[in-house]
């Protein structure tokens, strides 16, 4: 199984999604790097709305992801709750 | 109390429905064919373009939302970069090359990628192609913009800034990227987002948006590293574009499979020449090490596009051709294009000089098997003769690969990696010069196109470029300030300065 992965610009933003995505994807790895941090996981990666909202407090949206985003690995399915990389093999 | 709901919000499928698929029409007294003329001809058939898939699902509104705050936050850094000075903590003056080999070599490369998709999202008749290409058309323009704004400010300080654009257009290496993205744009639509949203975006544009962005960051450079991951979260959705692309016409017709695997083989290895820079780049001219360009390649091509190329087998897909050369090329690469350059320092537009012993210590500890072996002599040698004055430039015009437009001063990786690779072949009685199988084989099979390249060298020997002394075509053809950008960075007034701000002159 290959692995996907999510790498985001290392901001205040960003560390609310990590805990979101550590807690949802308990087999992640994530990797600091100068300026960004790279997560990734052998064959899926979740991020959820609804735990991220949980982490940061306040409402959020999927699409918020994109201001952080630095690049990523995978198939991308992105819902009104969730964005979702796989790889299908 | 108002008693009326509010509409609910609409989620977003719907809204993407409704904001792009829902604003197509149908052709009722115009043809199709003639309204796309570009569809066909290139072989790819579409049974249905509604089977494109966007999976961001980005509307136009949610769009502009995103970029403009994505804007704020850019030219807020940049502020604060050239309110405090912060030229001044870049770890070491050296790496201001790097970054006038960037906006050089590849802003123009972002204004090429503007008008190509403007193009090609012209060539489309299915709607939901049209918009993703158009919102990356705006992408890859705001990222000349904010490109050259972020530089502007080296500008103020250091020597190679100044005319950008005008040496993109003539300056011997940088017709290796010009020429990449003229060859993708000259092809056809679906040829061009092959090339350049599958191949280039996905794959590799990694390797020079995220390792060397995240080296600006290491080098102290704020206003590179944010502009850098500002264009690069336009990126990912570009790469998903691109890996959408691919699984669109691959569904859509068997016949699309080996036109696909052919475009596949060609601009993995065009794009793997391109990059050749960049591996210098992070190699030599990064002074604060992130990772080498072997470890980068390793995670961005390998690890990276080894999972995307066993997720595409599924459709009968296989890895890029020349993938094995590839590989082993991982371990020479960035060595030999350094070399080209400090060979060539009196005519390039940025200063060269020989890495430190810490530095050679790193690449050899990074390169066990060739640096110490091939490179570090060599280095060794032009430590020894600048000691004694005897700095060495070459003279000579290097040859350049017809097709890369690389000067053949890269080796062979099958027998012995100190042989210079070259291959010929003739067409209409002439002979063509190139530097690999990989770009033999491209020129064979599209001989027509490539015997046109615009070669800087053989321009020059044919008198189109000015002079014929060097100087003259540097100082006037150029545009170089020569003397000032070119030649060694020890002994530059780039490095003047930069002893003389710090007191340490």
Same mark, same amino acid.
């Given at each position: 199984?290959?692995?996907?992965?999510?790498?985001?610009?290392d901001n205040?933003?960003s560390?609310?999604?990590?805990?979101?995505v550590?807690?949802?994807n308990?087999?992640?790895?994530v990797?600091?790097?100068?300026a960004?941090?790279?997560?990734?996981?052998e064959?899926?990666?979740?991020?959820n709305?609804?735990?991220v909202?949980e982490?940061?407090?306040?409402e959020?949206?999927?699409q918020e992801?994109?201001?952080?985003?630095?690049t990523?690995?995978?198939?991308?399915e992105?819902?009104?709750?969730?964005?979702?990389?796989?790889?299908n093999? | 109390?108002?008693?009326?709901k509010?509409?609910k919000?609409l989620?977003?499928?719907?809204?993407?429905r409704?904001?792009?698929r829902?604003?197509?029409?149908?052709f009722?007294?115009?043809?199709?064919?003639e309204?796309?003329?570009h569809?066909?001809?290139?072989?790819i058939?579409i049974?249905?373009w509604?089977?494109?898939?966007?999976?961001f699902r980005?509307t136009?509104?949610?769009?502009?939302k995103y970029?403009?705050?994505?804007e704020?936050?850019l030219?807020?850094i940049f502020?604060?970069f050239?309110?405090?000075?912060?030229?001044?903590?870049?770890s070491?003056?050296?790496?201001?090359?790097?970054?006038?080999?960037?906006?050089?070599?590849v802003?123009?490369?972002?204004?090429?990628a503007?008008?190509?998709?403007?193009n090609?999202g012209?060539q489309?008749?299915g709607?939901?192609?049209?918009?993703?290409?158009?919102?990356?058309?705006?992408?890859?323009?705001r990222?000349?913009?904010t490109?050259?704004?972020?530089?502007?400010?080296?500008?103020?300080?250091?020597n190679?800034?100044?005319?950008?654009?005008?040496?993109?257009?003539r300056?011997?290496?940088?017709?290796?990227?010009?020429?990449?993205f %003229? *060859? $993708?744009?000259s #092809?056809?639509?679906f040829?061009?987002l092959?090339?350049?949203?599958?191949s280039f975006e =996905?794959v590799?544009?990694?390797l020079?948006?995220?390792p060397?962005m995240?080296?600006?960051?290491h080098?102290?450079?704020m206003?590179?590293v944010?502009?850098?991951?500002?264009a690069?979260?336009?990126e990912?959705r570009h790469?998903t574009?691109?890996?959408?692309?691919?699984?669109f016409?691959?569904?859509?017709?068997?016949?699309?499979?080996?036109?696909?695997?052919k475009?596949i083989d060609k601009?993995?290895?065009?794009?793997?020449r391109?990059l050749?820079?960049?591996?210098?780049?992070?190699d030599?001219?990064?002074?604060?090490k992130v990772m080498?360009?072997?470890?980068a390649?390793?995670?961005y091509? %390998? *690890? $990276?596009?080894g #999972?995307l190329?066993d997720?595409?087998?599924?459709y009968g897909i296989e890895?890029p051709? =020349?993938?094995?050369?590839i590989?082993k090329?991982?371990?020479?690469?960035?060595?030999q294009a350094?070399?080209i350059?400090?060979?060539?320092?009196h005519?390039a537009?940025?200063?060269t000089w020989?890495?430190?012993?810490?530095?050679m210590?790193?690449?050899?500890?990074?390169y066990?098997e060739?640096f110490?072996k091939?490179?570090?002599p060599?280095?060794e040698?032009a430590k020894?003769?600048?000691a004694?004055?005897?700095?060495?430039?070459?003279s000579g015009?290097?040859?350049l690969c017809?097709v890369?437009q690389?000067?053949?001063t890269?080796?062979?990786?099958?027998g012995?990696?100190?042989?210079?690779?070259y291959r010929?072949?003739?067409?209409?009685?002439e002979?063509?010069h190139?530097?690999?199988?990989?770009?033999?084989?491209?020129?064979?099979d599209?001989?027509e196109?490539?015997?046109q390249?615009?070669?800087?060298?053989?321009?020059?020997?044919?008198?189109?470029?000015?002079?014929?002394?060097?100087?003259?075509?540097?100082s006037?053809?150029?545009?170089f300030?020569?003397?000032?950008?070119?030649?060694?960075?020890?002994g530059?007034?780039?490095?003047?300065?930069?002893?003389?701000?710090?007191g340490?002159?």
């Amino acid at each position: 199984m290959s692995k996907v992965y999510l790498a985001l610009q290392d901001n205040d933003m960003s560390h609310y999604i990590v805990q979101a995505v550590e807690e949802d994807n308990p087999e992640v790895t994530v990797i600091y790097q100068p300026a960004m941090i790279r997560m990734e996981c052998e064959g899926k990666l979740v991020v959820n709305r609804a735990t991220v909202e949980e982490k940061i407090g306040r409402e959020w949206e999927i699409q918020e992801l994109q201001l952080s985003l630095v690049t990523l690995g995978g198939n991308v399915e992105e819902e009104e709750d969730s964005l979702t990389l796989s790889w299908n093999q | 109390m108002a008693t009326t709901k509010t509409a609910k919000k609409l989620n977003l499928k719907e809204k993407y429905r409704l904001l792009t698929r829902d604003l197509d029409w149908d052709f009722s007294y115009e043809d199709k064919k003639e309204a796309f003329p570009h569809e066909e001809f290139e072989g790819i058939k579409i049974t249905d373009w509604s089977k494109w898939e966007d999976p961001f699902r980005l509307t136009m509104d949610t769009y502009w939302k995103y970029q403009a705050e994505k804007e704020k936050k850019l030219y807020a850094i940049f502020d604060a970069f050239s309110q405090n000075n912060g030229q001044m903590n870049v770890s070491d003056p050296r790496y201001l090359n790097a970054i006038k080999l960037f906006l050089t070599a590849v802003t123009p490369l972002e204004y090429q990628a503007y008008q190509g998709y403007a193009n090609v999202g012209r060539q489309f008749s299915g709607i939901g192609a049209r918009i993703a290409c158009q919102m990356q058309s705006i992408d890859e323009l705001r990222h000349v913009q904010t490109q050259v704004h972020a530089m502007s400010h080296f500008n103020k300080y250091f020597n190679g800034f100044q005319d950008w654009s005008h040496m993109h257009d003539r300056v011997w290496y940088l017709s290796v990227p010009k020429s990449f993205f %003229e *060859d $993708a744009r000259s #092809a056809g639509p679906f040829e061009f987002l092959l090339a350049i949203s599958f191949s280039f975006e =996905y794959v590799l544009t990694n390797l020079l948006f995220v390792p060397f962005m995240s080296g600006a960051a290491h080098n102290g450079d704020m206003a590179t590293v944010t502009f850098g991951f500002s264009a690069q979260s336009d990126e990912a959705r570009h790469m998903t574009l691109g890996l959408e692309i691919i699984k669109f016409l691959l569904e859509q017709h068997e016949d699309n499979l080996p036109i696909v695997q052919k475009w596949i083989d060609k601009w993995f290895w065009r794009g793997t020449r391109l990059l050749s820079i960049v591996g210098m780049m992070m190699d030599y001219m990064l002074p604060n090490k992130v990772m080498s360009w072997k470890e980068a390649w390793e995670v961005y091509f %390998e *690890d $990276a596009g080894g #999972a995307l190329f066993d997720d595409l087998a599924r459709y009968g897909i296989e890895k890029p051709k =020349y993938s094995e050369m590839i590989e082993k090329e991982k371990e020479h690469i960035s060595h030999q294009a350094w070399w080209i350059f400090y060979n060539f320092g009196h005519v390039a537009g940025f200063h060269t000089w020989i890495p430190s012993d810490e530095e050679m210590d790193w690449l050899s500890e990074k390169y066990p098997e060739t640096f110490d072996k091939y490179y570090r002599p060599r280095w060794e040698l032009a430590k020894k003769m600048e000691a004694e004055g005897k700095r060495f430039y070459s003279s000579g015009l290097p040859m350049l690969c017809q097709v890369c437009q690389v000067p053949m001063t890269f080796t062979e990786m099958d027998g012995d990696p100190g042989t210079f690779s070259y291959r010929t072949t003739v067409y209409n009685d002439e002979r063509y010069h190139m530097c690999s199988n990989g770009c033999h084989d491209i020129f064979v099979d599209e001989p027509e196109k490539y015997v046109q390249a615009w070669l800087p060298v053989q321009q020059i020997l044919q008198g189109n470029c000015g002079g014929p002394e060097l100087e003259k075509i540097l100082s006037e053809y150029y545009r170089f300030n020569v003397g000032v950008d070119n030649m060694d960075f020890k002994g530059s007034v780039d490095e003047q300065n930069w002893n003389k701000w710090k007191g340490t002159a």
